[in-house]
């Protein structure tokens, strides 16, 4: 099994940045993939960035030219660098881990999400 914390959300003013992390524990070797998604009230989850074990990123088009995702050395700790962030950033952020075991199996885990919340 993976475990995923999330930590860095807050309370943030128009047009300011925050800095998401994604602590992975756990069986992280078998981790194919992490990424970040976001969920408003009354709205789907929603992707914004991926991150293969490889180090191929992909955004979400309406985040990508404000929003980095990167991760540490030891590939255990996810980042999400938002910046110009504005109302409707509003959400609670969630990372995830696709991991593929050797029986076949594959398993999608999440974290319980922080709160981002961007004031006028």
């Known amino acids: 099994q993976v475990q995923l914390v999330e930590s860095g959300g807050g309370l943030v003013q128009t047009g300011g940045s925050l800095r998401l992390s994604c602590a992975a524990s756990?069986?992280?070797?078998?981790?194919?993939?992490m990424g970040w998604y976001r969920q408003a009230p009354d709205k789907q989850r929603e992707l914004l960035a991926t991150?293969?074990?490889?180090?191929?990123?992909k955004y979400a088009d309406n985040v990508k030219e404000r929003f980095k995702i990167s991760r540490d050395d030891a590939k255990t700790t996810m980042f999400l660098e938002m910046n110009r962030l504005d109302a409707a950033d509003t959400a609670v952020y969630y990372c995830?881990?696709?991991?593929?075991?050797?029986?076949?199996?594959?398993?999608?885990?999440w974290g319980q999400g922080t709160q981002v919340t961007v004031s006028h």
């Open positions: 995830n881990a696709e991991c593929s075991y050797p029986s076949g199996e594959e398993y999608v885990y």
């Open positions: 756990g069986s992280t070797y078998f981790i194919n993939a």
């Open positions: 991150i293969t074990w490889g180090g191929v990123i």
